[in-house]
Structure formats: C-alpha cells, structure tokens
C-alpha cells in the first residue's frame, strides 16, 4: 500500500492526472472513503489526465455517467445500491472494456471487482486534507504507482 497525503483539493485533481498515465483499458479503480472525502475530485482528475474535456459530477442518483477522452471513462456510484443483484445488473467492468472504470463506493464491489485492480481508500484529516490510500490488486502490483508519490 502507498500512502499520499494531498493538501488541497488542487493537488487531489493533480493526483488524478498523475494516475491517469498508469491507466489501460479495461482498468478497474475502486474509489472508497466517507461521504466528502473527494472520491469525485480524483475521478475528475483522472478524466482530465485521459483527456475528457465536459466536467466531471458525481452519478449518485443516474449511478453510471460515461465520458469521451483517450480512453472511454465509466464513472459509477454505488453509493444507492441495495442489493448485489442491482450491482450485477449493472455490468460494470464489462461495460468499461475498452476504457476505464471509476467506481465510487467500490468498496462494495470488492467481491465483485476482477483479479487487477487498483483500491484507492481516501480519509479526511483533521485539517481537512486528504490521505490517499493505493492498494494494487493483480498486476497493479507490477504498476510504476511509486511514481505517483514524486
């Protein structure tokens, strides 16, 4: 696990477009923390960093928003979801294939998730800061993410 700590909501954005360059299609990242923890802030990072150019919004209440950039990026939100049947009903990281998959709340999915995965656990600090948690999952192991810490 590597830990990165971002000051401000400026350097989370950053992060995201850092993550970006790691990312192929078919990636699946789980983005897990509290309800303001900037979950959305460093998917809209990573959407900037693959090139899509329409602003970035949390798909709490549509659950899936996809956006057009150098790889298609799926965001979803499992933030609603009650049951692991709407979550197969979903079809996440086949919908996602040929591009990026972005899920909100995937620490719901974690069960779910394929073998490679990239877990991102966010925290807020006191100061209001962010601790930014990366656990690799398959051959996310093999990934250059030290380099997200330069």
């Known amino acids: 696990m590597i830990e990165i700590h971002c000051p401000t909501t400026a350097d989370t954005l950053a992060l995201g477009r850092k993550l970006a360059g790691l990312l192929r299609p078919g990636d699946v990242v ?3 923390g ?12 990573i959407a900037e960093g693959l090139g899509v150019s329409d602003p970035v919004t ?6 899936v928003r996809s956006y057009v950039g150098f790889l298609p990026v799926v ?15 979903l079809e996440l990281p086949e919908t996602a294939s040929d591009g990026v998959l972005l899920v909100e ?8 998730a394929p073998e490679d995965h990239l877990m991102i656990e966010m925290t807020i600090r006191d100061d209001e800061s962010r601790t930014v948690a990366l656990s690799p999952q398959g051959t996310w192991r093999t990934r250059p993410i030290q380099e997200l810490i330069a």
């Open 30 to 32: 789980l983005l897990a």
């Open 34 to 45: 509290r309800l303001g923890a900037g979950k959305t802030v460093l998917a809209s990072g």
């Open 58 to 63: 949390s798909p709490s209440f549509v659950l």
């Open 75 to 89: 965001h979803a939100d499992l933030y609603r979801l009650g049951t692991s049947g709407e979550l197969e009903d």
């Open 105 to 112: 709340w995937g620490n719901v999915m974690t069960s779910a």
